[in-house]
Structure formats: structure tokens, C-alpha cells
């Protein structure tokens, strides 16, 4: 049995920010400790972020990346109401 939390397809716009820079991606997937994040490019496994969202903000670490994606790790979990909203705001193309 994994450790991992379930995670939860999503396409939820975000904003990464660190010191002046700011790096717009999209969450592809989210459990309540990371997300998978979609259209994204240099970052590097150990940065760390401010990210920025409709309803809040929260800092995460990078784990990994490949191409243009990367997994983050929230530095404290989302809350139930917040992984919520975000599942609930998908906008999967037809």
C-alpha cells in the first residue's frame, strides 16, 4: 500500500512566483500534499515557490521535472475545501 494521497485530474491555472519572477503553468493533477504541473519550463527539483491561485496562496518545492512538466510538494496541505474547488473548476476541452 502506497503513502501517497489520491491524487485528482484537474486544469486549474496558476502562478508561480519567486522573487521578481513569475511562471504561469496549469495543474494537470492534485492530491491535498502536490500537484503535477503542466507548461512549465525552467525550474529546477529544489526550487522553491510562492504559488498563486484564485482563492489563496500556499509555498511548495519542486521534486521533479521532465520536459515541461514538474511536481510540486505544498509545504503544508491543501485543505479539503480547497482541493474541492479545485477539482470542481475543471474545464476539460470537449
Given at each position: 500500500?502506497?503513502?501517497?494521497?489520491?491524487?485528482?485530474?484537474?486544469?486549474?491555472?496558476?502562478?508561480?512566483?519567486?522573487?521578481p519572477e513569475i511562471f504561469p503553468s496549469t495543474i494537470c493533477n492534485i492530491s491535498v500534499g502536490g500537484a503535477c504541473l503542466v507548461g512549465i519550463e525552467n525550474v529546477?527539483?529544489?526550487?522553491?515557490?510562492?504559488?498563486?491561485?484564485?482563492?489563496?496562496?500556499?509555498?511548495?518545492?519542486?521534486?521533479?521535472?521532465?520536459?515541461?512538466?514538474?511536481?510540486?510538494?505544498?509545504?503544508?496541505?491543501?485543505?479539503?475545501?480547497?482541493?474541492?474547488?479545485?477539482?470542481?473548476?475543471?474545464?476539460?476541452?470537449?
Amino acid at each position: 500500500m502506497s503513502g501517497r494521497a489520491p491524487r485528482f485530474p484537474a486544469n486549474f491555472d496558476v502562478m508561480l512566483r519567486k522573487g521578481p519572477e513569475i511562471f504561469p503553468s496549469t495543474i494537470c493533477n492534485i492530491s491535498v500534499g502536490g500537484a503535477c504541473l503542466v507548461g512549465i519550463e525552467n525550474v529546477e527539483k529544489g526550487q522553491q515557490f510562492t504559488i498563486d491561485y484564485s482563492f489563496g496562496q500556499t509555498r511548495a518545492t519542486v521534486t521533479w521535472t521532465t520536459g515541461k512538466m514538474a511536481g510540486i510538494r505544498f509545504e503544508d496541505q491543501l485543505s479539503d475545501s480547497g482541493l474541492q474547488f479545485i477539482r470542481a473548476s475543471q474545464s476539460y476541452a470537449s
